[in-house]
């Protein structure tokens, strides 16, 4: 998931709300760039809880393993808060302010506005449009941040941990981030704790007797 670019090595589970302002999931309001001013992304391509988890991949494929969220008018008020006290904000009256400030090519973010526009007249899906990017402009910069890694344990439908033949290991179950194969590459927001809850209660009662 795109992460506060200077975010600190917070605890868990004691600083969940601190992580969570770390989060910066409102690409769709804005345009993503890398350091070159180039989108890298469709950032409107399905709701963002169908795009944030692989998009952590997509900023570490980036020159210097960062990029840049951009916004304009009326969408900058619709941020959380967590964006406005992160420390790499800039605001600018102008996109030109902004590429000085991160040191992108001259032009390269009216670029990449045009761009998103252009893509959402296209109907390829809902957007942005002219009105919405008037000043002020809000740019900062982001991270990779790790929502799965993707990889565990392989279990059966009943929990039960399989050996390296695909045989039950009796009495040895799993559920939740120790489980791997569910999620390949991107997650659905919200599908996590579910699997694990359903794993959980077959691992813990069976099948049959709860679900
Ligand atoms: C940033 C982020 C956002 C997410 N948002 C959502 C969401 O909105 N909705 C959703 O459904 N899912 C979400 N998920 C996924 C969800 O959080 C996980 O699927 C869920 O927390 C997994 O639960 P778990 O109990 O298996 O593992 P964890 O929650 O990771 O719990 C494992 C626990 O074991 C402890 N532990 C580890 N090693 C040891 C050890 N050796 N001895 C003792 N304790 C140990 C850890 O400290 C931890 O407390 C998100 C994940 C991330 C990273």
Redesign the pocket.
Known sequence: ?PYAYDAPPYR??GQIAE??AA?RYMYPLGVMVNRNGQRFVDERSAVGNLTYAKLGRSILEQPGKWALQVFAGNEIGKLHEGYRKDSTVVHGDSLEDLEASFGLPRYSLTRAFADAIQESASLKHWGLSYGSTMPPFLGLKVAC????TFGGLQVDRQANILDEDGQKIPGLFA????VGGIFSENYP????????TVLGLRAGFGCNTVL
């Open positions: 998931m868990l589970p992580a969570q989060t941040g790790l929502t799965f559920a939740g981030e120790a927001g919200g599908a996590g704790l579910l699997a694990g």
